[in-house]
């Protein structure tokens, strides 16, 4: 069975940047057809699609965080991970890890709650 | 690119059908069957329900169904059961292969 699980720091200062990581267990990130992702929730609010890349490194972002956003991927630690820079408040949220199936998340991690404050 | 259309809230009653809509645009739901929807119970990772517009992935019951006409797509939940209660949420695929969500559905089971 497939299983994602998020790590990285839960409390970040403004104008920092954020760096997480899903390790990925039980398959591998190599697979083809796969691309891996990453959504985000504020508290309270609904899902936000932030990116995904594919195996090979290829990476889509989302338009409204294309600036401040960079994937990449480890295949020889089956793990990806998100860099977000310059963050605000408006950044704190649950950050989910995915594996998207033709834009479909299957798998998700747990989710780690990030909190942007001084 | 603008978040998909869902209702804020919808109920029914244990045993009732209920649909939940999700309008995009002609870039988004009305482009591509790539649709897709999730549950959410509170403090719980999202679970996908359906996928490609009506694939039902394994394990899901088949009370959930899905649909799409022009720009809007639509989740249905038929025989509801109390374990329905939660947030749902469509995502669709657009600008290849940009995803989009919609706002979220609350839904609750009288």
């Known amino acids: 069975q497939l299983q994602l699980q998020e790590s990285g720091p839960g409390l970040v200062k403004p104008s920092e940047t954020l760096s997480l990581t899903c390790s990925v267990s039980?398959?591998?990130?190599?697979?083809?057809?796969?691309?891996w992702g990453w959504v985000r929730q504020p508290p309270g609010k609904g899902l936000e699609w932030i990116g995904s890349i594919s195996y090979s490194g290829n990476t889509y972002y989302s338009p409204s965080l294309k600036s401040r956003v960079t994937l990449s991927v480890d295949a020889s630690k089956n793990q990806f991970s998100l860099k977000l820079i310059s963050l605000t408040a408006a950044d704190t949220a649950v950050y989910y890890c995915?594996?998207?199936?033709?834009?479909?998340?299957?798998?998700w991690g747990q989710g780690t709650l990030v909190t942007v404050s001084s | 690119q603008s978040a998909l259309t869902q209702p804020a809230s919808v109920s029914g009653s244990p045993g009732q059908s209920i649909t939940i809509s999700c309008t995009g645009t002609s870039s988004d739901v009305g482009a591509y069957n790539y649709v897709s929807w999730y549950q959410q119970h509170p403090g719980k990772a999202p679970k996908l329900m359906i996928s490609?517009?009506?694939n039902r992935p394994s394990g899901v019951p088949d009370r959930f169904s899905g649909s799409k006409s022009g720009n809007t797509a639509s989740l249905t939940i038929s025989g509801l059961q109390a374990e329905d209660e939660a947030d749902y949420y469509c995502g669709s695929q657009t600008t290849f292969p940009s995803v989009v969500f919609g706002g979220g559905t609350r839904l609750t089971v009288l």
């Open positions: 039980g398959g591998s990130i190599s697979s083809s057809g796969f691309h």
């Open positions: 490609d517009v009506t």
């Open positions: 995915t594996r998207e199936d033709r834009s479909a998340s299957d798998y």
